[in-house]
């Protein structure tokens, strides 16, 4: 496509999406209100308005969220191209994706019917109540979910990736046999440690990092000092791009809460608060069923934690929100997921009775409260945690748990994983299926939560510094990597698969950046 049309393509899909928002309304109220100031003449009144806004925090404001849907909004395509196709390109792809969605469905419809359980009812009075006293005490209550199991865990999911297969593509045609020691067997671009050089350039052993204690060339103490300095200056900007070019290398704890918020854009307005207590009272009037999948997946996760069992009732707050908010099926328009639907009042097949279900289109599963729990060190004020990790979800999150091409999808990241083992660890990744353990399947639980509760929370922190900063989950499948690289000798002395988990059982004492470092930039090629 012409570079021209592309652009002004661009340009009209971000102008009609902020046309009508929050912050249009308000950047023109204020324009009609500047009106009134002595200095905005009339000869000059395109300029002084555009000064007005300028000097006022509105432009920067306005620059924000043109970069925020410069993130998430589909990449210009032809416009007849069909909305399945900007969803995901490849067919055997999407359908792959509807035929999980349908068993995921049917697994929360037996549930329903075997529990007889109504996937939505209306909370009575007395209940209403109850549940707005202990709002913030859900934690202390101990409701029995004996009856209910997780809808799926990650281990389910995995298989679904292994038996994934291009109907066109003839694996014979495959220069090496690599592709066949492992799980993953579609044939996906994906980037060895070369490229990986060229596009994490910020990474390099020389540079200076948040999250390293001694550096080659700089003084802890010199670069952390200067870089706190810059870090307050980004956030006193209020810059996204340069809040995010600026995560790259890590930000400072003091600092991390209010850069990530910029780079995502999660204001906390009195619209976003309104919007917040509008979804509680939604979930203080109904009862769901995945309410239900919500608190037995916290108790069974983030309970038995020691670093996020404490912010139990903020879990429960913010899940049981983000399952009613229905800002979130916008995502959908680029997910190769579609909403599950269900039907009310029994009219099964009636189109005209099917309604989203969960509202906001995500069926939790086993582990979806631990891309919370991490963020729960970072913000206090319910409202704030929420707005971002909304934005995160949107942005990341979803791409752990749907099929898709995409290079930050999990599919990918599987690949990536793998060729980065096959590729730089060969031996290490042969003994390990002599043996019949497939690397794979030790590293994907890590993946599919971006490693939240299996490192300790200052690393993982840091990891997610680099997500954000590079607006990319691949830095996910490259630390699985670095994890075998940095525990290889072990690894290598292992004769079964029991023996070989008990290796990789605890990574709470890695630390995440010098592994990454090492792996990248000091592996032999």
């Given amino acids: 496509m ?77 416009p007849p191209a069909p909305p399945e196709h900007l969803k995901e390109p490849l067919v055997y792809m999407r359908k792959a994706q509807a035929s999980w969605e349908k068993r995921v469905l049917k697994s929360l419809n037996s549930m329903s019917t075997e529990l007889g359980v109504p996937l939505a009812h209306m909370r009575p009075a007395a209940e209403q109540k109850e549940l707005t006293n202990k709002w913030n005490e859900m934690g202390t209550d101990e409701p029995d979910l004996s009856r209910f199991r997780p809808v799926y865990a990650p281990k389910d999911f995995l298989e679904v990736l292994i038996g994934l297969r291009n109907p066109n593509h003839d694996s014979s045609e495959d220069i090496s046999v690599r592709s066949h020691w492992g799980l993953i067997q579609v044939p996906l671009n994906v980037r060895d440690i070369p490229h990986l050089r060229e596009a994490y350039s910020e990474l390099n052993l020389t540079s200076g990092q948040m999250g390293i204690d001694d550096h080659a060339l700089i003084h802890p103490d010199l670069f952390e000092n200067e870089y706190v300095q810059i870090g307050k200056k980004v956030v006193m900007e209020e810059d996204s791009a340069a809040a995010q070019q600026y995560s790259r290398q890590g930000c400072p704890n003091g600092l991390r809460a209010d850069l990530w918020a910029l780079i995502l854009n999660a204001t906390n307005q009195p619209q976003d608060v309104m919007h917040y207590e509008q979804l509680k009272a939604g979930v203080i009037q109904h009862n769901l069923l995945v309410d ?209 988990e008990a290796v990789l059982a605890d990574l709470s004492t890695l630390k995440v950046m010098p592994l990454i470092q090492v792996f990248l930039f000091a592996t032999a090629m």
């Avoid at 925020?68 to 909004?73: A, D, M, T, V």
């Avoid at 979800?393 to 091409?405: A, G, K, P, Q």
């Fill in 292 to 500: 239900n999948l919500i608190y037995k997946d916290v108790k069974l996760t983030a309970s038995n934690d020691d670093y996020y069992f404490v912010f139990e009732d903020f879990l429960y707050q913010v899940l049981l929100c983000f399952s009613r908010d229905t800002a979130v099926l916008e995502h959908f328009k680029y997910n190769s997921a579609t909403p599950p639907k269900s039907y009310i009042q029994g009219k099964v097949g009636d189109e005209e009775s099917a309604v989203v279900y969960p509202p906001n289109g995500v069926i939790p599963f086993h582990g979806f409260s631990m891309y919370v729990a991490p963020l729960c060190f970072l913000y206090n004020e319910p409202s704030k945690l929420y707005n971002v990790f909304r934005e995160m979800y949107i942005r990341y999150f979803f791409r752990l748990h749907s099929i898709s091409s995409h290079p930050s999808g999990i599919l990918s990241l599987c690949l990536q994983f793998e060729r980065l083992l096959q590729t730089h660890l060969p031996q290490l990744f042969y003994h390990l299926r002599q043996i019949g353990v497939q690397p794979l399947r030790l590293a994907f639980k890590w993946m599919v939560r971006a490693f939240s509760g299996y490192l300790s929370t200052d690393q993982l922190l840091l990891l997610w510094d680099r997500i954000l900063g590079y607006d990319s989950l691949e830095v996910v499948a490259v630390l699985a990597a670095a994890v075998f690289a940095f525990r290889a000798e072990n690894l290598m002395e292992v004769t079964s698969l029991a023996s070989a």
């Fill in 2 to 78: 012409d570079e021209g049309i592309e652009l002004s393509l661009t340009i009209a899909q971000i102008i009609q999406r902020l046309r009508g928002s929050h912050l249009h309304s308000q950047i023109e109220r204020q324009a009609k209100e500047c009106l009134h100031q002595p200095d905005v003449k009339l000869e000059s009144l395109k300029e002084d308005v555009r000064s007005f806004l300028k000097t006022s925090g509105w432009e920067r404001k306005l620059q924000n969220a043109v970069y925020r849907e410069l993130h998430i909004q589909l990449p210009p395509r032809h």
